[in-house]
């Protein structure tokens, strides 16, 4: 009983020992962090996901209740149809803007750094 008890004392003090173990937990502990801050990232995607099936259902209904509206004064398809252009149009207009590129706008041509010949710059 007696070596065993040496034997333990000679790992437990011996500082490679130590090493390793502060290396293994130091690991562990970047490993679980790891995990957490992708499971917290996880979450925060599906978090969006949700926001914006809410946000498609929001607009459903708004698009719903504005064709109702429009169904008081006008045939039921009628109704429909505007609707059905009114969101096209702003289907078309959402993805215009998300287009990266120059926003586009009147071009206005470079103005000379000289004169034309004969101009005198003189009011009339």
Not at 91 to 104: D, E, F, I, M, Q
């Amino acid at each position: 009983m007696e070596r065993i008890d040496q034997h333990i004392d000679q790992r437990v003090e011996n500082p490679m020992n130590d090493e390793l173990s502060g290396r293994v937990s130091h690991a562990v502990r970047d490993a679980v962090r790891a995990e957490l801050a992708e499971a917290g990232q996880r979450r925060r995607v599906m978090m969006y996901a949700g926001a914006g099936a809410a946000a498609l259902y929001a607009g459903a209904a708004v698009a719903l209740a504005l064709g109702l509206v429009l169904a008081l004064g006008m045939p039921d398809w009628g109704a429909a149809l505007v609707m059905g252009a009114v969101l096209g149009v702003a289907a078309y207009a959402l993805r215009t803007a998300a287009r990266p590129g120059k926003p586009k706008g009147p071009e206005v041509p470079p103005m000379p750094s000289t004169p034309p010949p004969g101009a005198t710059g003189a009011p009339r």
